[in-house]
């Protein structure tokens, strides 16, 4: 099959929308174009079944014993912010202290440093040199005060996969409430939340081949039953956790989306994996100092974070950008090129938190995309370095 350019291996920011989800969706934007909270005839009843079979489906892949538990949010940002603005505002009157890690996604580091403006303490728990979060270091870092642990599934740029399991007794044990973000895990890898002990999860659909716009948060109604203060008042949609109309077409391409997962997970995570295992070695076999940012093993199948000595990871993508889709881990924030705190966070020097370069991987890869994006890589890691004078002195041989 012929390449269409550019390939997209930034699959860890969004994925293409699964044509058969989109398919689902369609005649809810026309035909079924109900309200779900209409009970006074078929439209509403039509649209109210189509939102209850997506929270199912969701439900389903995440292990959730009720579907009810199952809150239909517009994204993992909003689904984050519910979690944990949520239980600070409910649970004030057993305690102020909030634990979570250094490498979150920016959503949870902004809402967690606006609790702390609000005058809650927030622990953030430092990260090992493979990313991954010690749980000996979280239960030390939890106290009498503690009411939240927040700890990210995986890692939305290098991928690591945390000791959930082990974090969710630890909560347990403390009779402190857990909280994940599994964005980047849900419909990808195993996840649990009967299991893991979890009782908040926030999840979104465009990171598993599903629309934009709609995400979920998981809240667990038994053993225990969470409380939250919701954000936004209304009709009291969503078990008064949030309000406002629910968008029907993204909740159903949303719940197909997720079966969908359920379905392909074990083979597609196999054949990402072998993919990514390919690119892997095609670059580092190819190219010398290079990193592999993140755990070998505890890390998504679909995703690959490399840092290249002596070139700016944004160099790298401008230099494929015609061809390939990537993502490096700096924001490039007006003037300045912020490094990734993530690599940074594993204690990499600047230059490694400056160099990262992520490829992800999506349903739809190829084998002939990856053979391209590995090959053309390594040609433009390659020239920046002859170009680069940071090259200067590891080219020169010694004396
Ligand atoms: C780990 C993680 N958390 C949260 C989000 C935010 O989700 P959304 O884009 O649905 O707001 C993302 C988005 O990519 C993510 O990767």
């Given at each position: 099959m012929a390449v269409k350019f550019p390939?997209?291996?930034?699959?860890?920011s969004t994925t293409p929308v699964d044509p058969r989800v989109l398919a689902a969706m369609l005649p809810y934007f026309t035909e079924?174009?109900?309200?779900?909270?209409?009970?006074?005839h078929p439209y509403g009843w039509d649209a109210e079944r189509a939102v209850e079979r997506a929270r199912e489906q969701i439900a389903r892949l995440i292990g959730a014993r009720d579907p009810r538990e199952i809150v239909f949010t517009s994204g993992g940002t909003e689904s984050i912010n519910l979690a944990l603005k949520g239980v600070a505002d409910a649970y004030r009157d057993r305690g102020d202290h909030i634990v979570t890690t250094v490498i979150e996604q920016r959503a949870g580091l902004d809402v967690a440093r606006r609790l702390e403006r609000q005058g809650l303490r927030v622990t953030y728990v430092p990260v090992g040199p493979d990313g991954l979060v010690d749980p000996a270091a979280i239960r030390a870092a939890l106290t009498d005060r503690t009411i939240l642990l927040s700890v990210m599934f995986?890692?939305?740029?290098?991928?690591t996969i945390q000791a959930i399991a082990a974090l969710g007794r630890l909560a347990k044990d403390r009779g402190i409430l857990f909280h994940t973000d599994a964005t980047q895990a849900v419909g990808k890898i195993p996840v649990d939340v009967e299991a893991m002990g979890v009782d908040l999860l926030s999840a979104t659909a465009h990171l598993v081949y599903g629309p934009k716009g709609v995400g979920t948060l998981y809240v667990r109604?038994?053993?225990?039953?969470v409380r939250l203060q919701p954000l936004i008042d209304g009709g009291g949609h969503e078990r008064g956790l949030r309000a406002g109309t629910i968008p029907v077409p993204l909740a159903v391409g949303f719940g197909l989306a997720a079966e969908l997962c359920g379905q392909a997970m074990a083979e597609e995570g196999l054949r990402l994996a072998r993919l990514r295992n390919r690119l892997q070695e095609l670059i580092l076999s190819a190219v010398e100092d290079a990193q592999l940012n993140g755990h070998p093993e505890h890390r998504l199948p679909h995703g690959l974070n490399l840092s290249f000595a002596h070139v700016e990871g944004e160099s790298v993508l401008l230099g494929l950008n015609r061809e390939a889709a990537l993502a490096s881990g700096s924001a490039c924030t007006s003037a300045t090129l912020e490094p990734s705190y993530v690599v940074a966070a594993l204690g990499a020097s600047a230059e490694r938190a400056h160099s990262s370069v992520r490829f992800s991987l999506h349903r739809f890869t190829t084998e002939e995309e990856v053979e391209h994006v590995g090959r053309r890589t390594v040609e433009v890691v390659r020239r920046l370095r002859e170009m680069s004078p940071l090259c200067e002195p590891a080219r020169k041989p010694p004396g």
């Open positions: 390939i997209f291996m930034d699959a860890q079924r174009f109900g309200h779900p909270a209409s009970r006074t995986a890692n939305n740029e290098i991928g109604g038994k053993d225990p039953r």
